[in-house]
């Protein structure tokens, strides 16, 4: 049975699970060789961090500066995706408004 797909869209096919499985692959060996006790207490200080952060915002306190927070994380070999879980916790995810 003949793909439908032309052979240069196969090819890009192909390259790009490639580069997923090759990717996947970097983050699994990233996360098997970091210290992850300590990247769990950097993500942990950056939810705390935000936490203060949004509490400040209606207790009309001082807003804690959040980007030391991420780059210790950043240094503790956190991904982007860990680090932006750990500030949903508290903001939530932004939903652009839809305006009809």
Do not use: H, W
Request: aromatic share 6%.
């Amino acid at each position: 049975m003949a793909s439908s797909l032309p052979a240069t869209e196969k090819s890009a096919k192909l390259a790009e699970l490639k580069a997923q499985r090759d990717q996947a692959a970097r983050l699994a060996r990233l996360k098997k060789t970091r210290n992850n006790a300590s990247a769990r207490k950097r993500l942990d200080a950056l939810s705390r961090a935000a936490a203060g952060t949004a509490g400040a915002k209606t207790a009309g306190a001082k807003e804690e500066n959040l980007f030391p927070f991420i780059l210790d994380a950043a240094r503790a070999y956190c991904t982007e995706g860990e680090i932006i879980t750990a500030m949903e916790k508290v903001f939530g995810r932004y939903k652009e408004p839809i305006f009809v």
